[in-house]
Every structure is written in C-alpha cells, then in structure tokens.
C-alpha cells in the first residue's frame, strides 16, 4: 500500500518570503502522479499543482514549485512571495496512474500541514 | 455549472439510523471516489468506482456502502451510524486535464458535513 507522509504539521512564514512544505512517499510503482491541495477554512479541495512521475522537469505554477525527487521518493512544495491569502491546510497526494492497467484507485493523502502567514 | 455535487451538505443523524450521501457528476468521469476528513487527518479514501457497475474498497470501507448504477451518480450509504462516522466527507471524479496541468484532473465536491448523535 501507498504512504504519504508530511512530517511538518505547521509552518510558519513572513509574508512576500519563500516557504517549502515537505512531503515523502512510499510506492512500487512506476507510474503515478503527486499533487499539492490547499484546504482553506470552507473545506474546498484546491489543486495547487501536480507532477507526472514520468516528467523529469518540476511542475510550476505561477509562484508555486515543487522538488520533484523521484529516486528519494520526495516532492516538497516550494511558495514564494507568500501572500495571506495562501494561510491553510495543505496536503500532499499520490494516485497511481489508472490507465497503466490494473489495481486499485483513489488518492493517498497526508496528515496536512497548517500553514501560517505572519503579515 | 460542470463539476461534483454533494447533497445534503450538513446532516445530523441518531445512531443507528440509515441515510445515503449523494453525489453525481456530469462530466463523464469514469472515475468516482468517496473520502472521509476527521480532525487533524487528510482525506481517506472509503470507496471508489471505475465505471458503471464496478466498484471496490479504500482504506476505511467498514459501515459504508456504494453502488455505481450510472456513469453520473455514486452514492455512498451508512447502514447503521455510529458516532465514529461523524466526519467531513468529500465526493471526487476524474477526468483528463489539459494545458499546463496536463494529465488527471481531479474534481472535488464541496463536503458534506456529518454528524452522528
């Protein structure tokens, strides 16, 4: 079975500076996917950004990035220029890749880590 | 508006009762999932679906159960409530993305607020 593990439970940063949010996995497959999701108060779900582990070059998106390590089985969140509206949970996920054939479905989370922005 | 929608969005049960979260889709999604939020957790998978008329197990399957009749609706049942199934739960399909975010696009439902007295 999958694990995801985010080891920080809580990050505190200084607005505009840059934050990075760690996240491990544990998998046998090949083939999957990663994905950052930001949880505000209301509960939505937000897709932050996602990697294809079949793609060498990290995901951007905007002032997020990620370190995608695929060997170390790492994939840390990199935010800069922290602003207050990026205050929440976020967490980290794995889904295998559906189409590669076979076994199970579903996203594998993290426990999250609360992420503070001090103005 | 295309996407997952959730119903009831708060409910308050009496152990023991029945009731069935719903959830439908009109994207197409061949994929449809079911997870549950309690506190200080991430999402946990319950059930999930990979077309009409398949189905199978999560992680914490134990007093749920679904069944996916059509490619649009997967409802989730609680057969008995006990008071260790009050928790956030989410619906989820996928799809495929494109642009930036090329490859599966996962939709999210809004949450459904569950509470077992």
């Known amino acids: 079975a999958q694990t995801v593990t985010q080891s920080q439970p809580e990050m505190s940063v200084q607005e505009a500076e840059t934050v990075t949010l760690s996240c491990t996995y544990d998998t046998s497959e090949s083939d999957y996917y990663l994905f950052w999701y930001k949880q505000p108060p209301s509960r939505q779900m937000i897709l932050v950004i996602r990697q294809e582990a079949y793609k060498q070059q990290n995901a951007t998106e905007n002032r997020f990035s990620v370190n995608f390590q695929k060997a170390a089985k790492s994939f840390s969140l990199k935010i800069s220029d922290s602003q207050l509206g990026d205050a929440a949970m976020y967490f980290c996920?794995?889904?295998?890749?559906?189409?590669?054939?076979?076994?199970?479905?579903?996203?594998?989370f993290g426990k999250g880590t609360h992420l503070i922005i001090q103005p | 508006n295309a996407g997952v929608t959730q119903t009831p969005k708060f409910q308050v049960l009496k152990t023991g009762q029945s009731m069935t979260l719903q959830c439908a889709q009109d994207?197409?999604?061949?994929?449809m999932s079911w997870y549950r939020q309690d506190p200080g957790m991430g999402l946990r998978l319950i059930h999930y679906?990979?077309?009409?008329?398949?189905?199978d197990q999560g992680e914490v399957p134990n007093g749920y159960n679904v069944s996916r009749s059509t490619t649009e609706d997967f409802p989730l049942r609680l057969l008995s409530a006990a008071p260790s199934q009050t928790s956030v739960y989410f619906c989820a399909s996928t799809g495929s993305g494109g642009g930036i975010l090329s490859g599966n696009t996962i939709y999210f439902g809004e949450g459904s607020w569950l509470t077992v007295v």
């Open positions: 679906s990979v077309g009409a008329g398949i189905t």
């Open positions: 996920a794995y889904r295998r890749n559906p189409y590669s054939g076979g076994g199970a479905d579903g996203l594998t």
């Open positions: 994207m197409n999604h061949e994929y």
